[in-house]
């Protein structure tokens, strides 16, 4: 009995020892392993290691890495949806001075990221702001020409959602306004050329004017060819034709009214303050 207790005396610390150092061998592996997944910027499996390593040999140097490497993890997560400001609150919480090396160089390599990507998007927003200022203030080619740059210029766009949507739907404001434009452009140049045109069949066709009173005026006509005017320019033929469907639109019927009558009732009506002639203004 004496030599039983004596032998376990003397194997039972071989034993603790033993598994001890079996507990250290672990935990150091399950380090390593977590060391090498920050190098990779792993941090959320580099956080598992930490804690399964904290599991094993309950030491709080693990607290501390898995910590640094949730926020890390935090930081990387915020970088990848442009939340440059969560992003760097994240890495403001890492405590560096129980830190490892690893997680040290991850920091710095990571608020490296945060500052370069931070910066480039700042550069493209700030050039779609010129754009939009450009296209407020009509200047469509400028602002196309800088969202065309931008696009060039800056391929990997992909990395900014937000601002490429923002590029590209402006860049469509752009075009709509631009066609618009040339409608409106088209469609004055057809109403000159028209109104030229009418002008020149007037005056081809114009006899010697007639006198006028104080309420009537002179028309190159007394047809009802819509395209008369009144020669002294107070009342044009666009005007006359107006008039004439006014008159239809009351029942009335314009055929046995001159352009000379049409002038003399638009001139009664803008005597009265109105803009619609009507039957009794012939009168």
Known sequence: MKKLVRTLVLVLPIILLAACSNKQTNSSSLSDSANTAVIKQEFAQASA????????????????????????????????????SGAKSALKQINTKDATSAVKNAKKQLTSQVNQQSSKYAAINKIIASAKSDFDNQKYSVASSLLTDLFKEN????????????ALNLKNDILDA???????????????????????????????????????????SNSHD??????????????????????????????????SDIANAILKARADGRSTIKESDAN
């Open 49 to 84: 290691y930490y804690d399964a390593a904290n599991q094993v040999a309950k030491d709080s140097k693990y607290t501390t890495a898995k910590k640094n490497t949730e926020y890390l993890t935090t930081a990387q997560e915020k970088l990848a949806t442009n939340d440059f």
């Open 155 to 166: 391929k990997n766009l992909n990395n900014f959602k937000d601002l490429k949507i923002k």
């Open 178 to 220: 631009e066609l618009n434009a040339a409608q409106e452009t088209k469609s004055a140049t057809s109403e000159s050329n028209s109104a030229n045109a009418d002008e020149a069949s007037d005056n081809s066709s114009q006899s010697t004017p007639s006198s006028s009173s104080s309420s009537s005026a002179a028309v190159t």
């Open 226 to 259: 819509d395209n008369s005017a009144i020669t002294d320019g107070s009342v044009t033929a666009a005007q006359i034709k107006a008039a004439r469907q006014q008159l239809r639109d009351q029942g009335v019927s314009d055929s046995a009214w001159s352009n």
